[in-house]
């Protein structure tokens, strides 16, 4: 009994978000008078959700350093544009090699995010916010102003997103995996566990012999490889690839991980905890439809939401050291 | 090192320091300054037509909106902060304004009424942060940009406002004399803000806070208020910004001014104000504006397009952050000379 109540505190955030996740669901079950506990819904929403929660993944460990990266929308737009240019003059390349030329792009710009912000000391948002639009005008360029359409791609390459391993669409199943190697890297190897002794304290982890520069620029390289990665399954989903892909996504991964309980200035945050955050972020996408609300409020909605579960993290965070402080007064 | 202590001491706490012409033109501004002479140099030489009054008068027209919010968003920067939330509300309250006005209400009131949007907007941002200083400024107002953007789409959808009365169109496109009503304005409000950061007690207050929060909360600075005014000014600024854009345009959407706070944060930080907060100054700030106003004029005189444009701006944002730094990772251990100097002229006290 002791134990399943330390699990029980141990997790409660997790848990929380769960049962929210439960009501929500019942509710949109009864508003939208049965529309969306059908299998068929519940795999758009996976598959939906799937691109979102990769990226929550790499942007989880760049807020755990204590940063954040607004460039991953351009990222995903340029390693999109990139590879289905490619693919549109060579048509024999197969889907593997436009997925890998696609992360090497995202790697790329993911450390030179990296070493402004860990070598150049620049401010993350500040360096980021440059980056986003150089990212952005570079892709407009490559593009020349003109789409890549359907027609352009092989389906063999459009088969990545749609295509499915034992009836479970592809992404779902990458995204699946993006999070066991996540959760591996994050919680028992020591590079992961560098990320977030970085972000505890960069000063108490310098001293310690980490190597902080590097374990920053990790982070950010690893948020670009995993942008680079989920652009081109973006455009291979969609099937178009434009100057305008993905733009204003980063707000919707910083909303889940926000929502999954990372905490913004560094240190904190669980892969299990995002990928619900991920989760809750896509059932709301999903469920604003089915609900009738029109599509012009479910930008405020989803702002208001961020700023919402930020104040109640800082008021459980107070709470939870309030108690501290009391505890050891006795 | 006992001279390096001594120097950056006196760099860091007195005011009024011996006048030296090595340091006087090692200054950033004049760096600016050289930027600003480059550009026009380059811009007469593609068009003959450049080098008139009129013209670099209506060149100014062209980028003046932004650098209204740029003065309050130096001040939001020299507190260490950031407000990224200021298009959207120059969006939320331009979209308000022109609602008013559609709906039968008088435009001068419906100007106050876009006013006082952006200022509650600058003022939401301001409690929440002062109401719960934990929370870092960039994602209280990532999230409020969604939020004022996302509300003046819910307002207004896809549409527009116009029509506006004709005497509205001068603030954007009216001139006294041969001067553009909204450089006069910039003026203005440029020596306001010059006055109120280098010759008051208010200025002074926002240096410290922007060195550490912490030490002037405890040497009694107000330093709640403080923020809550900086905020709020933003917000007012952004939606004077607004009112004067609307009149350019001769209408109001709820996509307008999409991406105006990169341009506005550049302007600051190219200015010499230290993104982390604590150092910087009006002049630089104003020099940044020129800087980067005249360089997207004359680029859009040859016909780079925009793209290309925001590749410069972006890099150049990247570039002038870059610089101090740069110096300072070669300076080795400048942090540990500024921390000690600070300590040991605390003890002396």
């Given at each position: ?47 939906e959700?799937?691109i979102l929660?990769?990226l929550?993944?790499?942007m ?8 954040i990266d607004l460039s991953i929308g351009s990222v995903m737009a340029l390693a999109g544009m990139i590879?289905t ?21 995202g790697?790329?710009s ?18 980021t916010l440059g980056m986003m639009n150089v990212f952005r005008g570079i892709t407009y360029i490559i593009s020349?102003g003109k789409w890549v ?78 942008a680079g990665?989920a652009g081109i399954l973006y455009v291979?989903k969609f099937?178009v690839s434009q100057g305008e892909t993905a733009v204003g996504y980063e707000m919707n991964v910083i909303a889940a ?28 996408n ?9 599509s012009f409020?479910q930008e405020a909605?989803r702002g ?27 | ?83 990224i939330s200021?298009a959207s509300?120059?969006a ?50 990532l999230s409020?940009q969604i939020?004022f953007r996302g509300?003046a789409s819910?307002?207004?959808?896809t ?94 959407r709820p996509d307008v001014a999409r991406g105006y706070e990169l341009d ?41 397009t925009s793209q290309?444009i925001m590749i410069?701006v972006g ?35």
């Amino acid at each position: 009994m002791n134990r399943l109540k330390r699990f029980f505190f141990a997790n409660i955030r997790e848990i929380s978000s769960i049962l929210v996740i439960i009501l929500l669901s019942i509710f949109v079950e009864y508003r939208s008078g049965g529309n969306f506990l059908t299998v068929e819904n519940i795999s758009d929403l996976l598959t939906e959700t799937a691109i979102l929660s990769i990226l929550a993944v790499g942007m989880m460990m760049v807020i755990i350093t204590g940063g954040i990266d607004l460039s991953i929308g351009s990222v995903m737009a340029l390693a999109g544009m990139i590879g289905t240019t490619v693919l549109k003059n060579n048509r024999h390349l197969s889907p593997l090699t436009i997925i890998v030329l696609a992360i090497g792009i995202g790697i790329l710009s993911g450390f030179i995010n990296g070493t402004l912000v860990a070598k150049l000391r620049i401010l993350p948002i500040i360096a980021t916010l440059g980056m986003m639009n150089v990212f952005r005008g570079i892709t407009y360029i490559i593009s020349n102003g003109k789409w890549v359409m359907q027609a352009d791609m092989t389906p063999e390459f459009m088969q990545v997103a749609s295509g499915k391993i034992f009836g479970i669409n592809n992404l779902v199943v990458m995204a699946i995996v993006v999070y066991a190697v996540g959760y591996i890297f994050l919680n028992f190897i020591r590079t992961g566990r560098k990320i977030y002794a970085v972000g505890n304290s960069e000063e108490s982890a310098r001293v310690s012999g980490i190597n902080t520069v590097r374990t920053i620029r990790l982070a950010y390289t690893i948020m670009g490889a995993v942008a680079g990665f989920a652009g081109i399954l973006y455009v291979a989903k969609f099937a178009v690839s434009q100057g305008e892909t993905a733009v204003g996504y980063e707000m919707n991964v910083i909303a889940a991980c926000v929502l999954g309980g990372v905490n913004i200035s560094g240190g904190t945050g669980r892969v299990q905890g995002v990928l619900l955050g991920a989760l809750l972020l896509g059932l709301l996408n999903n469920a604003m439809p089915l609900i009738k609300i029109s599509s012009f409020w479910q930008e405020a909605i989803r702002g208001l939401i961020i700023l919402l579960s930020i104040i109640v993290n800082s008021l459980i965070q107070r709470n939870v050291e309030a108690k501290a402080l009391r505890r050891r007064n006795i | 090192m006992g001279d390096a202590t001594n120097s950056s001491a006196t760099r860091i706490i007195s005011a009024d320091r011996e006048f030296s012409i090595r340091r006087f033109f090692l200054q950033w501004e004049w760096m600016l300054v050289a930027m600003l002479l480059i550009i026009n140099a380059v811009n007469v030489s593609l068009s003959p037509n450049y080098a008139n009054f009129n013209n670099i008068m209506n060149a100014m027209r062209d980028f003046l909106d932004k650098a209204i919010v740029v003065f309050p968003m130096a001040f939001v920067i020299l507190l260490g902060e950031i407000d990224i939330s200021v298009a959207s509300t120059m969006a939320l309250s331009s979209v308000i304004m022109g609602i008013s006005y559609r709906e039968g209400i008088p435009m001068p009131t419906a100007i106050v009424i876009g006013l006082l949007t952006g200022t509650a907007c600058g003022f939401i941002n301001g409690i929440v942060l002062v109401k719960f200083p934990e929370l870092s400024s960039m994602i209280v107002t990532l999230s409020t940009q969604i939020i004022f953007r996302g509300i003046a789409s819910i307002l207004l959808e896809t549409k527009s406002v116009g029509g506006f009365p004709t005497w509205f169109g001068k603030f954007g496109w009216g001139k006294v004399g041969s001067v553009p009503i909204i450089l006069l304005f910039t003026i203005v409000e440029a020596m306001f803000f010059a006055y109120l950061l280098h010759k008051t007690k208010f200025g002074r207050r926002t240096y410290a806070m922007g060195n550490s929060t912490t030490v002037s909360r405890f040497s009694g600075i107000k330093t709640g208020s403080i923020k809550l005014t900086i905020f709020t000014f933003t917000g007012l600024f952004s939606a004077i910004a607004a009112v004067f854009l609307a009149s350019k345009m001769g209408s109001v959407r709820p996509d307008v001014a999409r991406g105006y706070e990169l341009d506005i944060i550049a302007m600051v930080v190219l200015g010499g104000v230290e993104s982390s907060g604590g150092k910087g100054n009006i002049l630089g700030t104003a020099l940044a504006i020129l800087v980067i106003g005249f360089l997207r004029y004359g680029l859009g005189m040859v016909n780079v397009t925009s793209q290309v444009i925001m590749i410069i701006v972006g890099a150049l944002l990247v570039i002038a952050v870059a610089i101090p730094n740069f110096k300072e990772s070669i300076g080795g251990a400048n942090w540990y000379i500024k921390l000690t100097s600070i300590g040991k002229q605390f003890n002396k006290r």
